[in-house]
């Protein structure tokens, strides 16, 4: 029997807000498999915030999604037939294999990786989540960026998201003093004290963000990891420590801005405190990516590190659920479950 594969495409270029109807659903025939090729089932599709930058028609680290090709994003997926020595039917992979639901491959590293066996005993979606992407950028950005030193004042924006909240619990776990992150809505900032053991919560959504930052570190904050960018990075500019660290690995708070905002108003605070600020690719850290997994794996194990994933489902709703990270309704790793193990 022909295996029909869905594949959702992106249909226009977004202008502001990202839509579902930026994406458009095909259907096509699955061919025979040639000789070195597997075929993969989508499981697990992952959803990032960086995922909004690669479909603006701009010169960026990768180059952009283009009109009609299937959107790209990292998966989970199970090999359901395989002509290939390397892999073998049943086996579970991860690699960047998009918003579809079968996949065709030689299994050889392309542009953005090739396919990664999941180990024995891991949840398959934990591999898209504290051991994926976000997790390792959490990570490399905690140890190799800015690394934590012990007894850090220290703060996170987007603390409740896949990436902050994996990096607040790294700087607790390396000896940070003081962990307090920064979150939109009571429910999050509820969570990250009593599940990821922060010191505190800032619930910008509801409070003065700037007056909580000096309430919390009136001595002020030694590391700010940022990906939200505008507003939040603005008032923490003015809550930084003299010598005070900066990490930068995204900007959500502008990525669906039809024209980007003017920049921080309190720069001028990286000469007053002499600040160090540094941004920083995952890509860029991809040969160090075992250590690091191991070390994730150890501490998820271990019980230190709490992963949170937020698991839709239904290939139908994958735009719905790709929209759910600007609206700010996740807690924790968006993902969405297309299909079961067999």
């Given amino acids: 029997m022909t295996r029909m594969n869905g594949q959702w495409r992106l249909a226009q270029r977004p202008v502001g807000m990202v839509k579902e109807s930026d994406f458009e659903l095909i259907e096509e025939p699955v061919r025979e498999l040639v000789d070195g090729e597997l075929l ?7 959803f990032e915030p960086a995922m909004r930058g690669w479909l603006d028609d701009v010169k960026s680290y990768i180059p952009p999604v283009q009109i009609g090709e299937v959107m790209r994003a990292s998966t989970v997926g199970q090999i359901v037939e395989s002509k290939n020595a390397e892999f073998e039917a049943g086996q579970l992979v991860s690699g960047m294999l998009g918003w579809q639901q079968y996949v065709l491959t030689d299994g050889t590293p392309g542009p953005f990786g090739g396919l990664s066996k999941v180990p024995d005993g891991i949840p398959p979606q934990r591999m898209l989540s504290a051991l994926g992407g976000t997790g390792l950028t959490a990570y490399f950005g905690m140890t190799e960026i800015h690394p934590v030193v012990a007894g850090d004042n220290v703060l996170v924006s987007g603390a409740a998201g896949a990436t902050g909240s994996v990096a607040a619990q790294i700087a607790r776990i390396k000896g940070a003093g003081k962990v307090v992150g920064i979150a939109g809505g009571p429910e999050k900032c509820a969570w990250l004290v ?8 800032i619930d910008y959504k509801n409070e003065n963000v700037g007056r909580r930052i000096r309430e919390e570190f009136p001595k002020g ?3 700010y990891f940022d990906n939200v960018g505008g507003e939040i990075l603005d ?3 003015l809550g930084m420590a003299e010598r005070g660290r900066i990490t930068m690995c995204g900007g959500i708070s502008a990525y669906n801005e039809k024209e980007l905002p003017p920049g921080p108003r309190n720069l001028m605070q ?12 995952l890509f860029d850290h991809l040969a160090e990516a075992g250590q690091a997994i ?3 794996s150890e501490w998820t194990e271990s019980g230190e590190l709490i992963v949170e994933e937020d698991i839709q489902e239904g290939f139908e709703n994958t735009p719905k659920t790709f929209l759910r ?3 700010g309704k996740n807690l924790g790793k968006q993902l969405i479950k297309i299909a079961d193990v067999e």
């Fill in 194 to 201: 009593s599940d990821a053991k922060l010191d505190a919560a």
């Fill in 270 to 281: 990286t000469v007053i405190k002499r600040l160090s600020i540094r941004g920083f690719i």
């Fill in 221 to 223: 904050v030694d590391l």
């Fill in 325 to 327: 990270l600007f609206e």
């Fill in 40 to 46: 993969v089932r989508n499981l697990y599709l992952a």
């Fill in 294 to 296: 191991a070390n994730l």
């Fill in 235 to 237: 008032s923490v500019f």
